[in-house]
Structures are given as C-alpha cells and as structure tokens.
C-alpha cells in the first residue's frame, strides 16, 4: 500500500522588496495520502497550496520537513532514485497549453517518458501502451496523435497529460488546479476521469480554489491558508460542519446556482496574529461605521482572507522597521509566527486548527 | 429599455478569411437590468460584450444596429463612439487588472483618464472616486499606490470604478471574476450589484462562463453558442427551468458543494462547438444534441416561447405550440 | 532567489478556458514576449517561410549578402594575381589589366580586395562562433543553475565586460610575433561574449519555469537534454539573430584592429587594405580606387546583415509586421 507522506514541510522565501523579511508559503504542513484516496487541498492565492504541490513533485526543495513516499525520503534521492519516484509520482498542471512545448507535437510528452523508461521496449508494444493510455482517458488516437498542441483542445491538452501519467506505473497524481481553464463542458468529463482512476487505485492530490469541485471528488479535504492547514478532514464533514471561522467564511462566498449568497453574521474571529479582531457585533469596525451591507460584509471577509502573511521578526531593536509593511489598504500585512496554530481533533476524521 | 441589439453581426479578418464571431443577434435590456451572457470559449460572448463598446481594428459591424438610450449607438464609427466611452457607455476588458499601467499611481493614472476625456470638474470627480472607494471597503491611500502594490482583487475592483466613475448607462464587464479567489469573486459581485442599485451604472452586461456567479448577480441570463443566442430568461428560469437542450447540459454539468460523485454524477457534452470560419448550416448545437432531429438542419428562430423567455431550438418551439 | 508566493489564480493567466479555434482574440492582447518561442503556434514553421520570402528587408540583404559571399568564393580564383604579389607597376588607375588598380607597391587592388573580403569572412565566422560558443555555454548554466553559480558567472561577465578590449589586443600584440587570423578570430571571440551570455541568461530564467520545462523534468530528462532540447529551440529565433549581429560586429571589430595595425600579419584583409592606405596617404592623392573600395564593401557586408536582421525580426515577431 503506497502512501506519501508530508512531514511538517516548511518552505519560506525570503521576499525581495517591502524591507526584506520572509514570507512563509508553507508553515509545517502534515498530511498522508494513501492508495485509491483523493485528497482535495484547497487555498486561495497565497495559500501555498501550489507550493506544496511543487514540493511534492520535488521541483521546488522545502525549506524545513520531509516528504516520505514508501518511508523513503524523497531528498535523498540519488537521479536514478528520482527517476524511479517519477515513475510512480507524476503532475499535471493548471495551464494545459504551458506544458507542452509548442514547437513539437504534442505526442512528444509521450516519447520524452519513452526515452528514460522504456528504452528497449518494441515500437509496436509500445504503441499498444499508448493506445491503453488514451483509451483509459477517453480520447482517440486518431484525434490526438501526431498533431501540434495548439490543434487540440483544451480538454485533449490536459487528457493527453494524464494519460502520460499512466503510461508510467503512477500511483499519486498531484492535480494543481487542472481544470480551472477548462470548459464546463469538458471539465465534468476530467473530473469523471479522476474518479474512475481513483476507483482503479490511484491517490490523487486535487489541488483547487474551487470547493464545489473538490467537494464534487474528494474523500478527504485540507483547507490551506497562508501555509498552515486550518481545517482538514473527511470532505463531508469539513464542508458539511464546518468548524474554523476561515472555512466558514470560504463556504459563504461560493457562488452557488440554487441559493443566493447569504450574510449571516461573521461571528467574533480572530484572524490575525498581531490581534486584530473582527466580529459580527464590531462590524461597525468597517471605516465610516456602515451598516452590513452585502458589499461591506464581503469586503470585509476578502480583506480579511487576503491579508499577505510576513513571519514575525523576533528582534525587538528593530521591531518598527521589521514588523511588516503598514497594514495599507490592499496589501495589508499580517505579522505571522512560523509555527502555525495547533490541531486538534473535533470529531473523529476531522482535524481543526486553533485560531491564529 | 435601455439598450436594444437589432441583428447585430460582427466579424473579423483572419489568414483564412472573415469569420462571423457574431452572427445576427438580437435582444434587450432594461435600464437597471444586469444581464449575464454566459458561454463557453468561442461562443462569440467577448466580441459581442466588447463590439458595443469597443470595436477594435480587426473586427467588423457586418449588419444590425444597437440603440442605447433610445439613440443609435455607432459602434462601428470610432470618432464617434470616443466621446461616448466611460460617459454612456463603459469597458471592464479581461485582464483588465493586469493592463494597468505599471508606472502611473492610480490617483495620477484617474487624472490621466479623465484629462483624456475632457472631463470638466475633475476634483469633483475624484471626491466621488474616494467616496467609492471607501464604499467598497477600501483605503483612500489606494490613489496613492501603484498597481503592483496592490492584490489582484484590488486591482479588479479599482478597475471597475475606473470604468463607472462617469456613472455610464452601460457596463460591460468581461470576465471581471475569474481567475479570482473565491472571496474576491464575492467581493467584487457584490460591488456590482451595489453600484447598480446606487445608480453609479444602468444597466450591466456580465459576460463570463461561470453561470454560478451569474445565478448570484444577474437578473437574466443569455446563453451563447457558437456565434448566435440560444436562450434568454430571467435567471431564476434558465437556472430552474432551462429549455434549450444546450442549457440543460451546461446546468447538469455544473458541480455544487454538498454533491459527490458518488450521489450524483455530473456529466459533461460530448464534442466540441463548431469552428465559426466554417459553421454548419441550421442549429449549431445539433451534432452535440441529444435531441436532434431533422428540421435542426434549418436554423432555429431566436424567439419568444414564454413571456420574457426566448429560446433558439425547435424542439423546444414545436412543444410550446403543442402544449 | 525570491519567488511570488501568490501562486494562479490570481496570475495573470488567461482565465477564458482555452478551447477550440481562436475567436475574437482579447482586446486588451498580452503582450508578445520577444523570443517568439513564448505563445508561438505550431504553424510557425510555414509561417515563417511565407512572411520571410514576402519581407523586403530579409530578401534584399540576404540577397545582397549572398553575393557578397559569392565574390569571396569566386574573385580570388579569378584574380590574375596573388593579392601580396609585385607587379611592378604601382599605383595604376583601375583598367583592363587591373581591374581595381594598384597600390604604392603594386599588388593587384582586385585581388586584395577579394582575398580581404574572405579573410574578413573568415575571422567574422570565428569571432561569431567563439562568442556565441562562450556567451551561450555561460548564458545557458547561469539561467539553469542560478544560485551562487549565477553568481560568479556574472561576476566573471562583468569583469569581461569592464576589460577594454583595444588596449587588451595591443598588449597582446606587442608580445606576439606574427598574430594570426585564428588568434584574431578567437581574441574578438573572448571579448564580445558578454552581452550574449546576459540575453541568453534572461531568457533561459523565463523559460525554465515554463511548465512545459516542468514535464520534462518530471520526465526524468537530464538538465543539459532540456536545455538543448527545449529551452535552446524556443530561443531560436532570438539565438539566430544574435549569431548574425556577432557576425557582423565581429567582421568591423577585425577591420578595426587590422586598420590600426594590430590584425594578422601576412595577410590581406579589408582592414590592412585600409591601413595601407592610409599610411601612404591615399586620401591626399586622390586614389580612390585604394581606399573606397574596401571601405564601401565592409559596409555593404554588415549593412546587408543588419538589414537582413531587421527583417527576419519582423518576422518572428508578428506585432512587427507592417500589415
């Protein structure tokens, strides 16, 4: 039973404007995701979640933590043990056009797999494994092979990288966003593919800013803000119960066709380390002390979730210059600790974080 | 009404000749109405949102006329339309927020804008401009920062000012959500809604293919296929009761938060639309339709089935004349 | 090395899904990178026959410089004399014997000419490869690597670039006894490498985030097949024009050297041609037939480059086109 394992991954980049400091994209992340498990992780911008995903994939080395696939460690990989990892750990991408090279045809993500692992294997067996691959995706051969990237749609695009997925023997597929430049039309039939190929044993990494999608095909679901897990669980218990205040918030601004957007109060949250409170009976907290209105309650909540995270300076000599740009308008900054809030368990399968 | 499209055509040179990105389209709009024109990529939504406003130089009015107002709209004389932009009639382009010049504040950026439409009482305008921003929940301090410094959902809404500050009778916004957070999204919807409801802007056309975000903002919905209109109703219709087959597929193939795959599961259309520089003649939608049948080989009316529900198929027309 | 944290979708990515043809495309366009390999299509390829073989500019100086090249070829095979050799009549008027005339010595002017115009060739070819061998190389780890490596390779293109080149030949010169074309070629080489090593660092940077580049490492390609097979050819527009600029500052900088006498001995160039006359006063005395011609000729040969590359610009950058 494979499983990849994250271990308090931390990744920082130290930022190189606003007075130096660091910005936190992953704060000690841990989660494990096993065989024939969809796992949805959900951000906004900023959240990390790419980053986690990078990580992950090994194109990105985290700053602190580790990454375990089958108890090994994926740092200490020698290239041919990297090689190997890709063989059962492989991505897709959000920007399906982005990845192929344009001025080949797009056939050739096929060949470049080819070149490292398969080299002895006969054309005809091998054009046996492409045909099963594109089977497996839904798309015909005819249709796809040997045509140039811009020839094909969108939803070909990104069906093709899945299917060179397969064509190694992958056993975690990291999903960055993967439809989100898809049609509506086409992106149920992804989706579906997804399910069909967890249902066939494959672990999948859905990561995604949409929740109703990884509602749609997740078992299980980490909420990620600003590098730190806030609520993660079984899906239908993080979406169905939600517990953290950000989760909460998240769920309110989904646009959904049969409901319109509701105002209920925020309820008292605290969101930020540097002690700023906001909550339903200090709304008036708002400049000019406006009533809630639908446009200043989701204001607030979109300054609220956009608040851009600077690690805490520990320095108390230069703590004026260090303690972050002035919380501006837009970019505001929130002065944030490296270690991210605890977690506990609320219910069985259903971790929440404590409130920063 | 506010603004009415007549037969509206419009297409655009390319290596392989003209190709009709819209193709005879007509419908309506009243004042203080927000109408959705939803659609996927290549439906033609852009060019006919961005053609009333803005045609630009590869493209061409081929046929029909826009009333705004009650005065013909000249969209395909650009002297003309100049003095009319941001005034009666206003553009959010896509990628708007990223096509703000880099280098300007966006106070200066504001003055730039208004010098360059010889607007009078340009300290009257900016008092107005600081009363929205704040309106939206922003910082007066937004003026004096430059693009960069602000995040994208910033970026969006001051765009969106930028574009009402003349209280303009139209507003199109072309995909002013995507590629937005979900709480930005929200943010800026509402910021849409309230300035209808202030009066800062008449009427709105949202053009976008996230019909969700229309099913919170918008009055009614339009759907476009393939260069021409398939349905237009209120959207608490086209959302609960949509009758174009084309509609219904793109309604059951739309995921909700509380539905699974293994509760319900979505399903997508099969094929692609047809490409405009080589359409099909009769109803586009028909190679991808369940329905389709042989009268689909002449093109569907656009046409009145219900009061205020317009629909362009003739399964549907031929089972509102039965029953 | 800081990297944006904020991650899609609040990139400025397309958010309009990508599906089928390209309709209206958007009005506010993004922006073409320069190195065409950035939003190119596939069609590229006949493309860029078609607008190549209809761009004046490329026609007319690749015309011109093929005929340049040819001369090269062919004047020396037909020269009736060696370009060194004394004729014994000095300082005749272009004829029927001496097609160009002849110098204070009496070498055959013609000669001289052809022969200079293939050394001239021949060191622009070395100067060019050596430079863009070096640049590249450089360029290429630099962009890959970053890091500390980046570090000292910029570090070494800085100090490269602070060296003055003319003072560096003259030291040099003064210890060497009989510097040859090669060592003209390859001096010139080591010298002009920097601002290749600079553009082609910039553009692997861009590239190597590509996600295209991405794949190919989650493929298990090796660093140094990616970067010939995917980064290098996605340049190849902009490589192509930086190899015809090394080639033309390569062929002025060696007749600039040879001009001050610091160029190859025992060997005629364009440069030395000039040199010569120079010293013997061909200016004062009227003989033209001596000092313009070289002169006309090595503008004609970098001319017709500089044209050609302006041309082959226009057509890898499509905005460029006059159409």
């Known amino acids: 039973m494979s499983t990849l394992k994250v271990d308090q991954v931390s990744k920082l980049y130290r930022a190189a404007s606003r007075g130096g400091g660091l910005t936190p994209a992953l704060r000690q992340v841990s989660f494990e995701l096993r065989q024939g498990e969809v796992i949805s992780l959900i951000g906004e911008s900023g959240s990390g979640k790419t980053t986690l995903g990078k990580v992950i994939l090994r194109l990105v080395r985290p700053t602190s933590g580790t990454v375990t696939f089958d108890g090994a460690d994926i740092a200490e990989y020698s290239p041919g043990g990297l090689r190997d990892y890709y063989r059962h750990v492989q991505g897709v991408f959000q920007d399906p056009f982005s990845s192929y090279n344009p001025i080949y045809r ?29 089977d497996a995706v839904a798309l015909n051969p005819g249709d796809v092979l040997g045509k140039y990237p811009h020839q094909l749609s969108g939803g070909q695009q990104q069906r ?18 993967i439809i989100s430049m898809l049609d509506a039309s086409t992106r149920v039939d992804v989706l579906n593919l997804l399910v069909k190929l967890k249902r066939a044993g494959l672990a999948v990494l859905f990561i995604t800013h949409d929740l109703s999608l990884g509602n749609y095909v997740s078992d299980r679901t980490v909420i990620l803000r600003h590098g730190a897990i806030v609520e993660m669980g079984e899906t239908e218990k993080v979406f169905g119960n939600p517990q953290h205040d950000y989760t909460k918030m998240l769920l309110s601004a989904v646009p959904e066709l049969h409901k319109k957007w509701q105002h209920t109060p925020l309820g008292p949250v605290a969101v930020s380390g540097n002690g700023r409170v906001a909550a339903a009976d200090t709304i008036e907290s708002i400049p000019n002390g406006r009533g809630v209105t639908a446009l200043a309650h989701a204001s607030l909540v979109e300054q609220l979730t956009h608040e851009r995270p600077v690690v805490k300076r520990e320095r108390r000599v230069f703590s004026g210059v260090f303690h972050g740009p002035r919380a501006a308008s837009g970019s505001s900054a929130v002065a944030l600790s490296l270690e991210p809030p605890a977690l506990r368990e609320f219910e069985p399968g259903h971790l929440v974080a404590e409130t920063e | 009404m506010s603004v009415s499209v007549e037969n509206l055509s419009v297409a655009y040179r390319s290596r392989r000749g003209d190709v009709t990105a819209v193709d005879n389209v007509s419908f309506a709009l009243a004042d203080g109405e927000i109408m959705g024109l939803a659609g996927e990529s290549g439906s033609g939504k852009s060019t006919l949102g961005n053609a009333l406003i803005y045609l630009d130089a590869r493209m061409r009015q081929t046929g029909g006329k826009v009333t705004l107002d009650g005065r013909e709209l000249p969209i395909a004389d650009p002297k003309s339309m100049r003095p009319r932009r941001m005034t009666e009639v206003s553009l959010v382009p896509q990628y708007a927020m990223s096509a703000l010049p880099p280098t300007r504040k966006i106070g200066k950026l504001t003055g730039d804008l208004l010098t360059s439409h010889r607007v009078p009482n340009q300290a009257e305008v900016l008092t107005e401009m600081r009363r929205r921003i704040e309106l939206i929940g922003l910082r007066e301090d937004v003026l004096g920062k430059y693009p960069f410094e602000l995040s994208g959902g910033m970026r969006q809404r001051v765009t969106i000012i930028l574009s009402t500050l003349l209280n303009p009778s139209l507003l199109v916004a072309d995909e002013v959500t995507s590629a937005l957070d979900v709480s930005t999204q929200r943010a800026v919807g509402e910021m849409l809604l309230e300035f209808r409801d202030r009066g800062y802007v008449k009427s709105v056309i949202a053009i976008t293919h996230d019909l969700s975000i229309l099913a919170q903002i918008a009055d009614s919905i339009t759907i476009m296929y393939a260069g021409r209109l398939a349905e237009k109703a209120s959207t608490s219709t086209i959302v609960g009761n949509p009758l174009h087959p084309y509609t219904q597929a793109l309604i059951a193939s739309l995921p909700a938060v509380g539905v699974r795959y293994d509760q319900t599961m979505l399903t997508g259309i099969p094929g692609r639309p047809p490409s405009l520089a080589n359409p099909p003649a009769g109803c586009r ?36 004349q039965a029953g | 090395m800081s990297e944006p944290v904020s991650q899609a979708p609040e990139a400025p990515k397309t958010p309009e899904p990508l599906e089928s043809q390209p309709s209206g495309a958007p009005i506010v366009g993004v922006p073409l990178g320069l190195a065409a390999g950035g939003t190119a299509i596939g069609r590229r390829r006949s493309d860029f026959l078609y607008y190549g073989l209809r761009n004046k500019k490329l026609v007319f100086g690749l015309s011109l410089e093929l005929l340049l090249v040819l001369f090269a070829i062919i004047g020396p095979m037909i020269a009736k004399y060696p370009p060194l050799a004394l004729t014994g009549a000095q300082l005749q008027h272009p004829g029927g014997t001496y097609w160009l005339g002849t110098n204070t010595l009496g070498n055959d002017l013609f000669s001289q000419l052809a022969n200079g115009i293939r050394e001239s060739y021949l060191v622009g ?17 630099a962009g890959w690597r970053g890091g500390i490596l980046d570090e000292v390779l910029q570090m070494i293109t800085n100090i490269i670039v602070m060296i003055p080149a003319l003072v560096l030949l003259i030291v040099i010169s003064s210890y060497l006894n009989h510097p040859s074309v090669t060592f003209e070629g390859i001096f010139i080489g080591l010298t002009t490498w920097p601002w290749v090593a600079r553009a082609v660092r910039a553009q692997t940077f861009s590239l190597r985030s590509r996600e295209f ?16 097979q995917d980064i290098a050819p996605n340049m190849a527009s902009y490589l192509f024009l930086v190899v015809i600029l090394l080639f033309g500052s390569s062929m002025l900088l060696a007749a600039s050297y040879d001009f001050l006498g610091l160029g190859p001995t025992g060997v005629v160039s364009l440069g030395t041609m000039m040199n010569q006359a120079q010293n013997e006063a061909a200016l004062l005395y009227h003989e033209w037939w001596w000092f313009v011609p070289p002169g006309v000729v090595l503008t004609a040969m970098v001319a017709a480059l500089l044209i050609a590359n302006v041309g082959l610009d226009e057509v890898f950058n499509p905005k460029l086109r006059e159409q």
């Open chain 1, 106 to 134: 797009a056939d050739r993500v096929f060949e470049m797999v080819r070149e490292v692992y398969f080299r002895g294997v006969p054309r005809k067996e091998w054009n046996g494994k492409i045909e099963a691959a594109l």
């Open chain 1, 160 to 177: 093709l990288l899945i299917a060179r997925a397969l064509l190694l023997d992958v056993k975690v597929l990291v999903a960055d966003e």
């Open chain 2, 285 to 320: 939608f028909r190679d991808r339709c369940p329905f389709a049948f042989d009268k689909c080989q002449q093109t569907p009316p656009f046409e009145e089935v219900k009061p205020g529900h317009y629909v362009a198929c003739w399964k549907v027309s031929q089972e509102e």
């Open chain 3, 125 to 141: 070819l070395l100067g060019a490869a050596s430079a863009a061998f070096v640049g590249m190389a450089l360029g290429f780890t």
């Open chain 3, 213 to 228: 580049v991405e794949i190919a490492k989650l493929s298990g390609k090796r660093p140094l097949a990616i970067i010939v």
